[in-house]
């Protein structure tokens, strides 16, 4: 197994005094590609938004290449390298395509990703780069998303339900241009309740399940059954 | 009827330089600072007992109170406002309107009641003749003109500068903005900072034109607010345009009876309430 990245023990999240994550551990090595599965409340944005510090928790219960970062603020993670796509992508609405892109470099990481770099790999956006981002379809959003967090040039990119309200022929596009992100070794970990796009993309798999990994192993060897169960309960 | 519109446009000047930093920490924070017009009078009154005790151009004074009015925006806003700034908007009226009544207090223990000005040389009343009977004052076209600077500056700040994105991005979403590296804290207290240096100016001018007096901030946050309203939130054209607006039917109110002109203002302002709650010149989204 790859050197440990980012190591979380024992994580538990709250929303005021309501729990939503129990005892979550997880690993994520070099370089991988990790899905994570799980129901609507199961707790995978609530992980996501702990790794990205948009949730406080314990500092020791998140460690990135051994420095404990939980409870950081999203600020200093983005520059520590993580950066995210959040769920329902959540453009700047007052921006244009480029000046959305423009925000994600806020953090000004060395690396290979610029607004070149984004626009060979969505090309379309190059073509709508002054266009208000509200005036784009929703894969278009979508890709304007993804390449404002590539534009912090991240070690680790965080994908949460990208799919989400898309056609299937636009995930399809989506996925597709994951090989390119994934290229120079970037580590990526999506977030998605589509089991089979998620079985398909990723080298391991964790299930959430009532804000508890419920399950655990390498995406090919996890059988449609085993997923089942962990993803419904049942 | 003609010098009566060019005077209100005149005083809707130094309404919109009142407004701007309103406009500002609104459209930011949507953050409403009760406190507003008694910092105008605060300004106002810090350049007169300047004025008095080292005989300085009241030019000048803008050099020294402008930088002095960033670094306590920036202060007050990081230290103070940013810890009431929420879903609620409760706790930062609570504050700004306790600082309001602090601030009236202070000033009249200070100063006393008694309405005072800031000497100009005479310049407060040097007219400018534009042929024929129209004559205007020379201090109220460089109140214009600064207030078209400070909005041009502030509409190019915002579309075109880092700092202007930054605005915008905790403006739309903060959480976002945040996941981008930006501290919101830090950008919030920018915005006042700009803010307070806007009041500055805003109280500067407001003591050379006509008089300054402790208790004279309520009136002033309402005609800054009733531009901020009349033009339409989140555009600062739009609040230079609210304030150019609110002066021309002020002047036109005391055109026909002197005692006419601010509640003209104010039925002008209910009007557009009425029919037009966005405001004349609202933000259209992309």
């Known amino acids: 197994m790859s050197t440990a990245l980012v190591e979380v023990s024992n994580l538990n999240a709250f929303y005021g005094d309501a729990q939503v994550l129990f005892d979550v551990n997880f690993r994520l090595g070099e370089g991988e590609t990790i899905g994570i599965l799980g129901a609507n409340g199961a707790g995978k944005s609530t992980f996501m938004k702990s790794l990205t510090g948009l949730v406080k928790v314990d500092t020791n219960s998140i460690r990135l290449r051994g420095e404990a970062i939980g409870g950081n603020a999203a600020g200093e993670i983005v520059r520590k390298g993580i950066a995210m796509v959040p769920e329902g992508r959540r453009l700047f609405p007052s921006m244009s395509v480029e000046e959305n892109l423009l925000m994600g470099g806020f953090a000004k990481r060395k690396g290979k990703w610029n607004l070149q770099e984004i626009y060979k790999l969505f090309p379309i956006l190059k073509e709508k780069r002054n266009q208000p981002s509200t005036s784009l379809s929703g894969g278009q959003q979508q890709q304007v998303a993804i390449g404002r967090a590539l534009m912090s040039n991240p070690d680790i990119l965080l994908c949460d339900e990208i799919s989400l309200g898309l056609a299937p022929v636009v995930i399809k596009d989506i996925y597709d241009s994951l090989p390119s992100i994934t290229a120079d070794g970037m580590t990526v970990v999506v977030v998605e309740q589509d089991v089979n796009l998620a079985q398909r993309c990723s080298q391991r798999l964790y299930c959430f399940q009532e804000g508890r990994v419920a399950l655990e192993g390498k995406s090919s060897e996890l059988s449609r059954d085993q997923i089942s169960e962990a993803y419904f309960g049942i | ?286």
């Open chain 2, 1 to 286: 009827m003609i010098e009566t519109v060019i005077h209100g446009i005149l005083l809707g000047g130094l309404y919109s330089l009142f407004a701007l930093g309103l406009s500002l920490m609104f459209g930011v924070m949507r953050l409403t600072n009760i406190a507003h017009g008694d910092q105008i009078v605060i300004s106002g009154f810090m350049g007169i007992a300047i004025a008095a005790a080292v005989n300085i151009n009241p030019f000048l004074l803008i050099l020294l109170l402008v930088p002095c009015a960033l670094v306590s925006g920036y202060a007050f806003q990081y230290f103070v406002l940013n810890r009431t700034i929420g879903k609620d908007p409760l706790p930062s009226l609570v504050i700004t309107f306790g600082l309001s009544i602090i601030a009236q207090n202070l000033l009249q223990e200070i100063f006393s009641a008694n309405p005072r000005a800031l000497d100009t040389g005479g310049l407060n009343t040097m007219g400018l003749n534009l042929g024929g009977d129209t004559v205007v004052g020379v201090l109220p076209l460089i109140i214009l003109v600064c207030a078209i600077a400070c909005t041009f500056g502030l509409q190019w700040m915002f579309a075109h500068t880092a700092l202007g994105r930054s605005f915008r991005a905790v403006s739309d979403e903060k959480d976002i903005a945040e996941l981008m590296g930006l501290n919101s804290a830090r950008v919030y207290s920018m915005a006042t900072a700009i803010a307070f240096s806007l009041v500055a100016l805003a109280g500067l001018f407001q003591s050379m034109r006509t008089t300054v007096s402790p208790t004279d901030g309520p009136n002033l946050l309402l005609f800054a607010f009733e531009s901020v309203i009349i033009g339409g939130m989140g555009s600062f054209w739009g609040t230079f345009l609210g304030a150019m607006t609110l002066g021309v039917a002020q002047q036109v109110g005391f055109h026909f009876d002197p005692g006419w002109g601010i509640w003209f203002g104010h039925l002008v302002f209910i009007l557009i309430l009425a029919f037009r709650p966005s405001g004349l010149f609202p933000k259209t989204k992309g």
